[in-house]
């Protein structure tokens, strides 16, 4: 576990310090676009703090405290914050918006390696007092499977949008720039409602599919141990 948190720790700090360290000159951004670049070197610190922290819980007998931690900072980090903040780096310091996508991957990355580690201290050694019975799955987890989705459809979608935004109206960001009337990005708003609707659709075919396979086909849910109808 120590390896693993010095690797993270690494990552994270090294991250932290290059775009601390960054000129907003080499973006081709004003001085004062550097405060962008402060606050999110400032986030990963925090990050590195809390996962000291997680460790420390881990050897006092609290890792699945620490892991709850760990992973609930990150999300309310990497999405809460960085992805509010994003939409005022794209207006403001558009350059910047790579490095600020490599900072959310790289906390959720350091995130994955830290709980995966501790899981492996955790359980080793358990006990197996049960087995996996596929196709047994209750009401939540299917509805955190279904939100998982329409989440993952919905960033791909977005983030398309964001891929394309980030050149703004270049063809080749800084070599060739596109002068035409029609040259424009749609607002985010618009792109939103766009993806959300893709999204609605999209899932409402994989649906269809799914009811078309299930047809004619027995409920595998359904309880093979009642008794026999006399009628």
Same mark, same amino acid.
């Given at each position: 576990?120590?390896?693993?948190?010095?690797?993270?720790?690494?990552?994270?700090?090294?991250?932290? &310090?290059?775009? &601390?360290?960054?000129?907003? $000159?080499? *973006?081709?951004?004003?001085?004062?676009?550097?405060?962008?670049?402060?606050?999110?070197?400032?986030?990963?610190?925090?990050?590195?703090?809390?996962?000291?922290?997680? #460790?420390?819980?881990?050897?006092?007998?609290?890792?699945?405290?620490?892991?709850?931690?760990?992973?609930?900072?990150?999300?309310?980090?990497?999405?809460?914050?960085?992805?509010?903040?994003?939409?005022? #780096?794209?207006?403001?310091?558009?350059?910047?918006?790579?490095?600020? $996508?490599?900072?959310?991957? *790289?906390?959720?990355?350091?995130?994955?390696?830290?709980?995966?580690?501790?899981?492996?201290?955790?359980?080793?050694?358990?006990?197996?007092?049960?087995?996996?019975?596929?196709?047994?799955?209750?009401?939540?987890?299917?509805?955190?499977?279904?939100?998982?989705?329409?989440?993952?459809?919905?960033?791909?979608?977005?983030?398309?949008?964001?891929?394309?935004? *980030?050149?703004?109206? &270049?063809?080749?960001?800084?070599?060739?720039?596109?002068?035409?009337?029609?040259?424009?990005?749609?607002?985010?708003?618009?792109?939103?409602?766009?993806?959300?609707?893709?999204?609605?659709?999209?899932?409402?075919? #994989? $649906?269809?599919?799914? &009811?078309?396979?299930? *047809?004619?086909?027995?409920?595998?849910?359904?309880?093979?141990?009642?008794?026999?109808?006399?009628?």
């Amino acid at each position: 576990m120590p390896v693993a948190l010095c690797v993270t720790l690494f990552l994270t700090g090294a991250y932290a &310090w290059s775009i &601390w360290q960054l000129d907003p $000159a080499d *973006l081709s951004l004003a001085p004062d676009r550097r405060v962008y670049f402060r606050f999110h070197a400032g986030m990963l610190a925090v990050h590195m703090v809390l996962q000291i922290l997680t #460790v420390v819980l881990t050897f006092t007998n609290k890792g699945k405290a620490g892991q709850a931690i760990l992973i609930g900072a990150t999300a309310i980090i990497a999405t809460g914050i960085f992805g509010v903040s994003g939409f005022f #780096v794209l207006e403001k310091a558009n350059a910047f918006l790579r490095n600020l $996508a490599v900072c959310q991957v *790289l906390l959720v990355l350091c995130c994955m390696i830290l709980t995966q580690t501790i899981d492996i201290f955790i359980f080793k050694g358990a006990k197996i007092v049960g087995q996996i019975r596929w196709g047994k799955v209750g009401i939540r987890p299917q509805y955190a499977l279904i939100s998982l989705c329409i989440s993952v459809v919905m960033l791909m979608g977005l983030m398309g949008y964001v891929r394309s935004g *980030l050149r703004q109206n &270049w063809h080749v960001f800084g070599v060739l720039k596109d002068t035409s009337p029609q040259a424009m990005s749609p607002v985010i708003q618009e792109m939103t409602i766009t993806v959300g609707f893709i999204t609605i659709v999209f899932l409402g075919l #994989v $649906a269809f599919v799914f &009811w078309l396979r299930s *047809l004619g086909e027995p409920d595998p849910f359904a309880d093979n141990n009642d008794p026999p109808n006399p009628t």
